[in-house]
Nanobody, 115 residues
């Protein structure tokens, strides 16, 4: 049974930074493209970044240049370094495969950026 557990969220002032982590318990991590998704209140869940098993990254325009996605396959961990945070980055952040698999959705981690 694969389980993805996100951590690292919190409350930060605009312009600040946070580093999110996603630990995968199971065997999918090293062979799948992994993504970070976010969902703000009243909005749909969107992909903000993904990284392939080979390390190639891709970002949504809204976070490009501010967020950095990385992975440690040996530790089954995915990271999202978020810099220059803006209030519009406030959301619950989730990790999942890309494309996402419904059974892998975890609880997410809340990121709140105060203006």
């Amino acid at each position: 049974q694969v389980q993805l557990v996100e951590s690292g969220g919190g409350l930060v002032q605009a312009g600040g930074s946070l580093r999110l982590s996603c630990t995968a318990r199971g065997s999918i991590f090293s062979i799948d493209a992994m993504g970070w998704y976010r969902q703000a209140p009243g909005k749909q869940r969107d992909l903000v970044a993904f990284i392939t098993s080979g390390g190639k990254t891709n970002y949504a325009d809204s976070v490009k240049g501010r967020f950095t996605n990385s992975r440690d396959n040996a530790k089954n961990t995915l990271f999202l370094q978020m810099n220059s945070l803006k209030p519009e980055d406030t959301a619950v952040y989730y990790c999942n495969t890309n494309p996402p698999y419904y059974r892998y959705w975890g609880q997410g981690t809340q990121v709140t950026v105060a203006s």
